[in-house]
C-alpha cells in the first residue's frame, strides 16, 4: 500500500488512556503449573509479569475503563464515533462496540469492532482519520481492548507467557495536518498465506509458529517503519521514540536495531505487561506520556505486526496533552 497520508481534516490526538487487570502473574507464578523458568521466560521474551483479567472481567469492561480514562483526562468532548480493535471480542456477535458506547454513555453514535490481531489499533487509527477526513465524525473513541491470555491452551509453555490482558483507548479530533499530534503517513498491510503462523479457533486453542511469527514480525515492522518515515519527510535518526507493538522484546530489540534506533529512544513496558494484542501500543503510549519518556514534540513512530498477517506504521509528532489530560496512574485498575 502506498503511505497514505490525511486529505482534508486531519485526526489529531487530543487525550489517552489505559486499563489493566489488577491481578499480576510473575514468571515464578507461571512455573507453578508450567515446565517453565523464569530465566527462559526473561531471556526468549523480556517479559516478567502479566495483568491476567479475571472471570468476570470482559473485553467490554477493560475498554470502557480504558476509554473511560481518556475521555475524563481530556477536555470534554462529544464523541462522534467509536471503534474497538479487537481479536477477543466477548461475543462473536454483538461486536463490543455498541455496548461500550452505551455504557459511556454515548448510545446512538456509529460503534463498531474491527479485527487486525495485534495491529489492530493501527487499523483503528487509520479508520478514525478517515471518518474524520470524510467529515463523517469530528471526534473518534479508537480503543484497542484484549484478553489474549484466554487464547493459549493453560497447558500450553510455548505460548502462555507471551500474553497479558489489558486495554488503551485514544481521541482524535478533527485538526490541520501541520497541527503537533495529527496523525502522519500511514503504511497498514496484509498477507493471508501467513494465515495459520498463529490462529486460535476459540479460546484456549491458540497454535502459533512461534520462529515464523518472529522473523515475518521483524521484518514487517522494520520494512513498514522506513516507508511510513520516508513519507513523512522525516530520516531514522529524526525518530525520538520508536513505540513497536509489545511483541516481545527480543522482536523490538531486532526492530530499533535494524533501523538504528538507538534504545534509549524505543519504549517498552513488555517487562510488566507482555503481549497486550490490540491494546499494547496506546497502553504503552498511555503510560509513557503519563511518566515522561514521551512528550511534546517527539517525533514518533508507531508500529505493529500480528496475526493475519498483518502490520502498520505510523508517524506522528505527540502533542502537548497538558498535565490534566494525562492519564493519572495511567493503566491500573483502582
Ligand atoms: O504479535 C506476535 C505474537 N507472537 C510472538 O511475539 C511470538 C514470536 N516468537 C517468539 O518470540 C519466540 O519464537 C518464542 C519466545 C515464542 C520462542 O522462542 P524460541 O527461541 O523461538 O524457542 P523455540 O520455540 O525454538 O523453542 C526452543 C526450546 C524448545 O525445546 P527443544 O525442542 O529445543 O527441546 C521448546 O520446547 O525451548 C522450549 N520451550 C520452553 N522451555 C522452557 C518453549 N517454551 C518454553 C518455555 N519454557 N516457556
Redesign the pocket.
Known amino acids: 500500500m502506498t503511505p497514505a497520508t490525511a486529505r482534508g481534516p486531519a485526526a489529531v490526538v487530543s487525550a489517552i488512556g489505559a486499563a489493566l487487570p489488577m491481578n499480576i502473574v510473575s514468571n515464578d507464578d507461571l512455573t507453578t503449573r ?4 523464569d530465566e ?2 526473561r531471556s ?2 523480556g517479559i516478567t509479569h502479566r495483568h491476567i483479567a479475571g472471570a468476570d472481567q470482559s473485553t467490554t469492561d477493560l475498554a470502557v475503563r480504558a476509554a473511560a480514562q481518556a475521555l475524563t483526562s481530556g477536555e470534554p468532548e462529544q464523541v462522534d464515533a467509536l471503534v474497538v480493535a479487537t481479536t477477543t471480542p466477548d461475543h462473536c456477535c454483538p461486536a463490543t462496540a455498541p455496548a461500550v458506547a452505551t455504557r459511556l454513555g454515548l448510545t446512538g453514535i456509529p460503534a463498531y469492532d474491527l479485527a487486525a ?2 495491529t489492530g489499533f493501527l487499523y483503528a487509527l487509520a479508520t478514525a482519520a478517515g471518518l474524520i477526513a470524510s467529515g463523517t465524525a469530528r471526534t473518534v473513541l479508537a480503543v484497542g481492548a484484549d484478553r489474549l491470555a484466554s487464547l493459549p491452551h493453560p497447558e500450553d ?6 500474553f497479558g490482558d489489558g486495554a488503551g483507548a485514544m481521541v482524535l479530533r478533527h485538526g490541520s495536518a501541520d497541527e503537533t499530534g495529527a496523525l502522519g503517513p500511514m503504511v497498514l498491510g496484509s498477507d493471508g498465506t501467513g494465515a495459520d503462523l ?1 490462529r486460535a479457533s476459540r479460546p484456549g486453542a491458540l497454535h ?1 509458529d ?2 515464523d ?2 522473523r515475518h ?1 521483524v521484518d514487517r515492522m522494520s520494512t513498514a517503519s522506513r516507508r511510513v518515515v520516508a513519507a513523512a519527510g522525516w530520516d531514522l535518526g529524526d525518530v525520538d521514540r520508536l513505540v513497536p ?1 509489545q ?2 522484546g ?2 523490538t530489540s531486532f526492530v530499533a536495531r535494524r533501523l538504528g534506533v538507538p534504545d534509549g529512544r524505543q519504549l517498552s513496558n513488555v517487562a510488566e505487561v507482555g ?1 497486550t494484542g490490540a491494546a499494547s501500543i496506546p497502553l504503552l503510549l498511555a503510560q509513557a506520556a503519563a511518566d515522561g519518556r514521551l512528550g511534546p514534540g517527539h517525533r514518533t513512530l508507531l508500529t505493529a ?3 493475519g498477517l498483518t502490520w502498520g506504521a505510523v508517524a506522528l509528532t505527540w502533542p502537548d496533552l497538558s498535565p490534566a489530560r494525562l492519564p493519572k496512574g495511567a493503566g491500573h485498575d483502582r
Open positions: 508450567l515446565d517453565t523458568t527462559w521466560i526468549r521474551t490481531g495485534c509453555r510455548t505460548t502462555v507467557p507471551l498463529i502459533m512461534g520462529a511469527v518472529f514480525a507493538h511483541a516481545n527480543r522482536i503481549n505486526f500480528g496475526a
